[in-house]
């Protein structure tokens, strides 16, 4: 009775173990969620954005979505690929978030950011500086210039 | 590896780059022969004529940043992006008329360190150095980097390898055969990249409408198609006087100049601004179409390239690589050529050997080339950030020597300590931009301050400088 006993309760540790490690698997993959690479509160002052998230597995096709809402109400589908990164631009002021899957799997922690441009005060104060600065070059060099090739 | 989806394979990319590889070397070592003095090898015999100088001009200044950059500028900074980055061709046209006055007031001039340390002495020469060497450095590892991610986007190629490759190809080349290796090259290169972008232009306009684009930028990246981006209208003055203040004092076109005839000097800039002007305009509307094609990218320094190679197909894939190999290739010679000229000349012969004969100079020029190769290898194998990043650091350096160097050229009370001030005010207060407000405003402030702290020098401690002293022989055989 013993090696029955004995092979009935390797066996039920074996099936056991070997469904641990199924279910383990099917866990693994059932989380893969992807993780954006960096912070998660990001600032832009420009615009634009790159955003990068960490490889899950080999032959994996991940979704990234963007919305105006932190519920993703009408979130638009921006990129969908095997690529690791992807680069955005052309925002206007306002707070976008992002959030990515892989395969279809479940969704990743959104990531947010927060456009806020330069003032035209401030780019207009600038570039009239510039302006001033490159006249003033050229008049320089076009004043000497028959001095120069003479 | 963050971009997944690669353009060529490996293998075509690999005999691509054995095959210019091996080109370029042997060119190098058949022009080189010619090098049979430190004039031969410095400044190819002082004899270069129009077409050679319009070409060594124009394929200098399509520099991996003007196929790499400026696409990554339409697609941050949108249209004014464009407009931005083409401004940089004014460089090279203001430098025209410079370039008369430096070949008739220099006429046996070797580099830019030459007419600094003539014109405002010693101090303003020793700072001179420091920012022509830190700059010619960044951009050289620029140079280095793009060369790595360019052939990694569309190879597969691990950057590691190909920005080795590059490097080690164009040190190989230049130290055979000097400024006669890096201009012929150049010419050759200059053919290629032209041959590269009508086709790659034509491809991409047939391909892509403009309507499409139009629309899809509307919906999608608006601000590009807004004319009051601030962060690109401060862009385009930025950028413009990075360009002067690049061209201006980098012996990359201080050498050309001594190495061109007066009349050839003046033309060359000229026509080689005129014809590189609409090249980043086409560059930058390629990278504003990569939405309408639906091509992800990964990095914004790599739009140009990928967006290129997927509308022209895999045989069109090799057209590119090898266009954005000759930009690389055509820049990367003339960096270590001029910076090695200006260490060789400015600090051995001056400071360490005034007494080198003329195979000490060369011995000397040759392991220069090597070092710089060897420590931009070492720099370049992290891959620090974004093109962008890199060279703009270095921005407010050059920009802050625009002022010093034109009225050095061309006002007689232009003196030293204004040069020194206008170098040291423009470079802090650009700096302090860059890290402040970003690098959109670094190098107009650099230059701003510089103007301002130059012309208060001027007006306040009139110097009388006499021209003949910058003609260095001349001058040294009358007495």
Not at chain 2, 316 to 332: H, K, P, T
Not at chain 2, 398 to 426: C, D, E, H, Q, Y
Not at chain 2, 428 to 455: D, E, H, K, N, Q
């Amino acid at each position: 009775m013993t090696f029955p006993y004995r092979t009935t309760t390797f066996s039920s540790w074996y099936l056991s173990l070997v469904l641990i490690l199924i279910s383990s698997l099917n866990l693994v993959a059932g989380d893969q969620r992807p993780e954006f690479r960096g912070k998660y509160e990001l600032m832009s002052r420009d615009g634009h954005v790159r955003l990068r998230w960490q490889a899950v597995g080999p032959n994996a096709i991940y979704e990234l979505q963007q919305s105006d809402t932190p519920a993703f109400d009408n979130a638009e589908t921006i990129y969908r690929g095997p690529d690791l990164a992807t680069f955005i631009s052309g925002l206007p002021d306002g707070v976008y978030y992002y959030r990515l899957r892989m395969n279809d799997g479940d969704w990743s922690e959104p990531l947010t950011l927060t456009v806020k441009h330069y003032s035209l005060q401030l780019a207009l104060t600038l570039a009239g500086l510039g302006a001033i600065v490159f006249l003033l070059t050229v008049a320089l060099v076009l004043k000497g210039t028959p001095k120069a090739i003479r | 590896m963050e971009h997944q989806s690669y353009i060529i394979s490996p293998e075509h990319g690999w005999i691509i780059i054995a095959g210019l590889s091996v080109l370029w070397i042997g060119l190098g070592y058949y022009w080189g022969r010619r090098a049979k003095s430190m004039d031969g090898y410095m400044l190819a015999g002082r004899r270069v004529g129009l077409a050679l100088g319009t070409a060594t001009v124009m394929a200098t200044w399509v520099t991996s940043n003007t196929t790499m950059l400026a696409p990554q500028f339409a697609l941050e900074l949108g249209i004014w992006g464009m407009i931005a980055y083409s401004t940089a061709a004014l460089g090279l046209l203001l430098f025209a008329p410079l370039a008369a006055r430096i070949r008739r007031l220099m006429p046996r001039g070797y580099t830019s360190g030459d007419f600094i340390r003539l014109r405002y002495g010693k101090p303003a020469w020793v700072l001179f150095l420091l920012i022509s060497i830190f700059y010619g450095f960044i951009w050289l590892i620029s140079m280095g980097m793009a060369g790595g991610i360019l052939m990694n986007a569309i190879a597969g190629i691990p950057y590691e390898i190909g920005m080795s490759v590059i490097l080690f190809v164009c040190v190989a080349y230049t130290l055979f055969g000097g400024l006669y290796a890096v201009i012929g090259t150049d010419y050759v290169q200059s053919v290629l990249i032209l041959i590269g972008i009508v086709i790659i232009g034509v491809a991409v306009f047939q391909l892509v409408d403009f309507g499409t684009v139009y629309a899809d930028l509307s919906t999608d990246k608006p601000m590009l198609l807004n004319a009051l981006l601030p962060a690109s209208i401060m862009a385009v003055f930025n950028n413009l006087l990075f360009g002067v203040g690049e061209v201006f004092h980098s012996n990359v076109w201080w050498s050309r100049v001594f190495a061109m005839s007066q009349k050839a000097g003046r033309r060359a800039y000229l026509i080689g601004g005129l014809i590189w002007l609409p090249v980043p305009v086409a560059a930058g509307f390629i990278a504003l179409s990569s939405g309408s094609i639906g091509i992800n990218i990964t990095r914004p320094d790599m739009v140009g390239p990928l967006v290129a190679a997927n509308v022209l197909g895999q045989a069109g894939a090799i057209v590119v690589f090898m266009v954005f190999f000759c930009s690389l290739a055509s820049s990367l010679d003339s960096l270590l050529a001029s910076t090695s000229d200006l260490i060789t000349q400015d600090i051995y012969k001056k400071m360490i050997k005034p007494q080198a004969s003329e195979a000490q100079l060369r011995k000397a020029s040759s392991r220069i080339v090597l070092g710089l190769g060897f420590v931009a290898w070492i720099v370049c194998l992290p891959r620090i950030g974004t093109l962008a990043d890199v060279l703009f650091f270095a921005g407010p350096l050059v920009a802050s020597t625009i002022w010093p160097i034109a009225t050095g050229l061309f006002w007689r009370k232009a003196n030293a300590r204004g040069a020194i001030a206008g170098m040291i005010a423009g470079s802090v207060t650009g700096l302090v931009f860059y890290f402040v407000v970003g690098w959109y405003s670094a190098s107009l402030i650099g230059a701003a301050t510089s103007m301002i702290v130059v012309v208060l020098f001027t007006y306040l401690f009139p110097g009388t400088f006499e021209w003949h002293k910058l003609d260095e022989k001349t001058a040294a055989s009358n007495a």
